[in-house]
């Protein structure tokens, strides 16, 4: 009997090898994909039920003064942190809590927040700056801890007696706002640390350093069982050391002299620059606290009717008292509105208009020329003199000595000051709102003129050094730019010759700056009035050591009354530190 067969229809035979086909692409497809393309992707995937990647936080840069005396340093300390999903029902909370004063229940509730978010497989900080002793006694009890894991974290310390609070600057917690703001470069991750004031914010992408990772094993009770040869690890990379321009003698003293007053000190190198010590008070004591600022303690210092978070030497703005005499004087001199020998009578009192103008001293100075009016500080002399000279002229050469702008020292938020000009005059009061008898107080560092003490210095620099100085900078390797004021030399030698009398002449105002020995000191006093209270009290000047090198100085007392009597004083105990240093350094090199 003959067989018969199904002949299946050839377009049915096609239409099946298509399907067929089209499978196996899909099949191969997917295999290929899985397998090939996202091969990584799912490594890490498969790795992460196993491997645990721990950020490690990088030292911060240590701190250095001229002398590499570090001023601020670094400590081991250890981060608190628990993987939420690795928290188990047998988890010790009770445990946790009374190792490390935490309230149980925000504990529970912290950790049980964290195991609903997608970041439940990342490490959440528990918290910061935990002692070794700790560390120790949990790492011991890790089998009731599942989830529990510490990084080593570097925190801030202050070595050195040197407080420098202001200058230096503080660190806080960066936040998803910080991570979002930021630069790239910086690679903050969220609860890391970043520099948030001073030369800590400035020089943040120096002194950070790298993170590194390291992966830790995890068993499949949550426990961790140590660092991985994973290959992907990282060594976390030190930032970088940086040396400031700072003597910490010459800054510990500043402070000792500053204490339990309010005002500012700064000391500086006229020839490039440097600061020497800088000092504002009241400040705030930045080894109160380890690694970032606590909220609750930025909050009781923010809200400190003492303002000691305020940087007096960059954001205090005060009027310059009669210390600004000597850019009437450079001015007068340089354009020959006057001569040196110009005379003016002064009875302790000048009539302008329908108004009486007094001179400090009641008892008038009697007829004085340019150079006894700076030695003596006479009010009625400049009253006179600002007379001779237009006021765009007046305003022009105190913009020229860096008033009415930034310094542009390498810390930040500086403020730029005053210099009232006729366009500022009418905007503030109106044309018809002010006159010519403004400028009698212009000329003695009164009215609307205002100044920072940084500025103040700067100007002292360049009377020092004939109009060649430097931008005022605490990195010595930082960039500076050149300040230059083509002056007479006779204008320049006959202002240092009256600032030297105002100091070592007879009756001078300076007197109480004076040293004896090993340098000889020039300067200018200025007592500013105040209106919310007692005037504030200037000393500007520089000294000259026997070996030539020289230190300026800009020394403010708020509320300190003569300039004379508080900041003088103060003045003379840096001018002398400093002359014995250079001597010593002298006999030393002999």
Known sequence: MARSYIQIPQRRTTTLLVITTIIFIIIFYRFYNIQVSQFDKNTSRARA?????????????????????????????????????????????????????????????????????IARFRPLLLKRHVDFETMSKLEENRINL??????????????????????????????????????????????????????????EL???????????????????????????????????????????????????????KKGAIICSNPYNGDILSFVSMPDYNLSSFVGPIPIELWDEWNSNPEKPLMNRILNGTYPPGSSFKLLSAIYALESSRISSNWKVNCNGAYRFGNRYYHCWNPAGHG???????????????????????????WAAIVKKFGFGEKTNIDLPAEAVGIVPTKEYMDKKYTSRGWAFGNLLSFVIGQGDVLVTPI????????????????????????????????????????????????????????????????????????????????????????????????????????????????????????????????????????
Request: charged share 25%; hydrophobic share 35%; with cysteine.
């Open 49 to 117: 039920n196993s491997i645990r990647e721990i950020n490690i936080s990088a030292p911060r840069g240590i701190i250095y003064d001229r002398n590499g005396i570090p001023l601020v340093d670094n400590r081991p300390t250890f981060d608190l942190k628990v993987i939420p999903i690795d928290v188990t029902e047998n988890f010790d909370f009770g445990l946790l809590a009374k190792s490390v004063n935490i309230p149980k229940n925000e504990l529970q509730k912290k950790i049980l927040t964290g195991k609903k978010t």
């Open 146 to 203: 599942p989830g529990l894991l510490f990084s080593r974290l570097p925190a801030r310390i202050y070595p050195n007696d040197v407080r420098m609070t202001h200058a230096l600057g503080y660190l806080r917690s960066v936040t998803e706002e910080i991570i979002s703001k930021s630069d790239k470069h910086l690679n903050y991750q969220l609860d890391d640390v970043y520099g948030a004031a001073g030369l800590e914010k400035i020089y």
């Open 206 to 260: 120096r002194l950070r350093g790298r993170n590194g990772v390291e992966y830790h094993l995890v068993d499949s009770y949550g426990r961790d069982r140590g660092i991985t040869s994973y290959d992907e690890s990282q060594l976390a990379i030190s930032g970088d050391e940086m040396f400031l321009t700072i003597d910490s003698r010459l800054q510990l003293l500043a402070e000792n002299l500053l204490s339990g």
């Open 367 to 393: 007829s004085i020329n340019l150079k006894e009016a700076i030695k003596y500080s006479c009010n009625i002399y400049f009253y006179q003199l600002i007379q001779q000279i237009p006021f765009e002229d």
């Open 455 to 590: 500025q103040m210095v700067q100007m002292i620099n360049l009377i020092a050094t004939n109009g060649r100085t430097y931008s005022p900078h605490l990195s010595k390797d930082c960039l500076k730019s050149s300040i230059t004021l083509d002056y007479k030399q006779s204008t320049w030698k006959f202002i240092q010759d009256a600032m030297y009398d105002v100091v070592n002449g007879e009756k001078g105002t300076g007197k109480n700056a004076r040293i004896t020995e090993n340098g000889i000191v020039r300067g200018k006093t200025g007592t500013a009035q105040n209106p919310h209270g007692e005037d504030h009290s200037w000393f500007t000047g520089y000294v000259e050591a026997e070996n030539g090198k020289m230190m300026s100085l800009a020394v403010l007392v708020e509320n300190g009354g003569k300039g004379s009597e508080a900041a003088a004083p103060i003045a003379k105990e840096l001018f002398k530190l400093f002359a014995e240093i250079q001597n010593n350094n002298e006999n030393n090199v002999q």
